[in-house]
């Protein structure tokens, strides 16, 4: 029996940002991941081994039931060793709260548990907000709060998402993340019409030559970063050796070892792809992997799976 490995979970489509890079924030109705149909699902065989989870959204800070559903996914995952939680940062309190609880909870169950808050920031202050819409100088405030957790159990990510407006700003976002103590990461922007429901957004991508320049500009800084040098290989060497095989065939394991949720409870290989492969109340289904027209695709929560739980990929 195949062992899941990674989730990703859209937990809500609510939104309190207007980012131009996504389309989610325009959503006049509204779900939320259910709570109880997850916890049986998450009950099923193929998902005792979960070791990696992500939950976004829409913003996941604006689930009516987020330190709730938070504290049962720790209790629901015995074998859980990272749990991220992806926010704008737009609600210090809140989140600062909520990451409190986290880390409280997964002392008395896991004690392997590592809790990591991701917080989106695009650049410098005013490329930022023309990026998101929204205050930069609040989501600095939320990660000035979280500071203070960082331990062995509690992790700080300052995360950006690289586009038109913001790629020639990568090397000093990555100066701010050191100087406020946290991790840094960063990928291309996405398009996804079942996920950010962005697909004409593409005057928003870096061209091939910006790709190049920009990745051959950071290769001596991200050198040890794993990501990265699969992200450089697949974009400046045109090889993809985790997503494909030595033929051309498709090796990725969507579906397989890691699986994307959405706030509707459906069940798909990953956030690019419209295969539908189950869902909570029924379960997931005997399925072929459906290859498409982006595959391999270079992103952080297809390629750590890849790169952490695949015996396919020798590191």
């Known amino acids: 029996m195949n062992k899941i490995k990674s989730l990703n979970l859209m937990v809500t489509n609510k939104c309190n940002g207007a980012c131009n890079m996504c389309n989610?924030?325009?959503d006049t109705e509204f779900c939320e991941l259910d709570l109880s149909n997850l916890i049986s699902f998450l009950k099923n065989p193929q998902l005792s081994g979960v070791e990696d989870l992500s939950i976004s959204g829409g913003e996941p800070l604006l689930k009516s039931d987020i330190d709730k559903f938070s504290k049962e996914l720790i209790s629901a995952l015995p074998k859980l060793k990272m749990f991220f939680v992806n926010t704008n940062g737009l609600m210090s309190e809140r989140t600062v709260e909520l990451a409190k609880t986290m880390v409280s909870e997964a002392k008395k169950v896991n004690k392997n548990l590592v809790i990591y808050f991701s917080i989106s920031i695009e650049g410098p202050k005013e490329i930022h907000e023309k990026i998101r819409s929204r205050s930069y100088d609040q989501s600095i405030k939320t990660i000035s709060l979280l500071k203070e957790l960082i331990s062995d159990e509690f992790k700080l990510v300052l995360s950006m998402t690289i586009q038109r407006e913001n790629f020639k700003y990568i090397k000093k976002t990555n100066e701010l993340a050191k100087?406020?103590?946290c991790?840094?990461?960063?990928?291309?922007v996405?398009?996804?019409d079942n996920y950010y429901n962005n697909s004409e957004k593409n005057n928003?991508?870096?061209t091939k030559k910006e790709a190049l320049h920009t990745l051959e500009e950071l290769k001596g800084e991200f050198k040890e970063d794993r990501f990265f040098k699969v992200l450089y290989k697949s974009v400046c060497e045109g090889?993809?050796?985790?997503?494909?095989?030595?033929?051309g065939e498709l090796v990725c394991e969507a579906g397989k070892l890691f699986?994307?949720?959405?706030?509707?409870?459906?069940?798909y290989p990953c956030i690019y792809s419209e295969q539908l492969i189950g869902n909570l109340k029924d379960g997931l289904f005997n399925f072929h992997l459906n290859r498409l027209k982006s595959c391999p695709c270079c992103t952080e929560c297809h390629i750590y799976p890849m790169i952490n739980f695949s015996k396919k990929y020798k590191k």
Request: glycine share 12%; hydrophobic share 45%.
């Open 24 to 26: 989610i924030w325009k």
């Open 179 to 181: 100087s406020l103590g």
């Open 183 to 188: 991790n840094f990461s960063f990928r291309f």
């Open 190 to 192: 996405d398009l996804s």
């Open 204 to 206: 928003i991508t870096l």
């Open 239 to 247: 090889m993809d050796d985790i997503m494909i095989g030595k033929g």
């Open 259 to 267: 699986i994307f949720i959405k706030n509707n409870g459906n069940i």
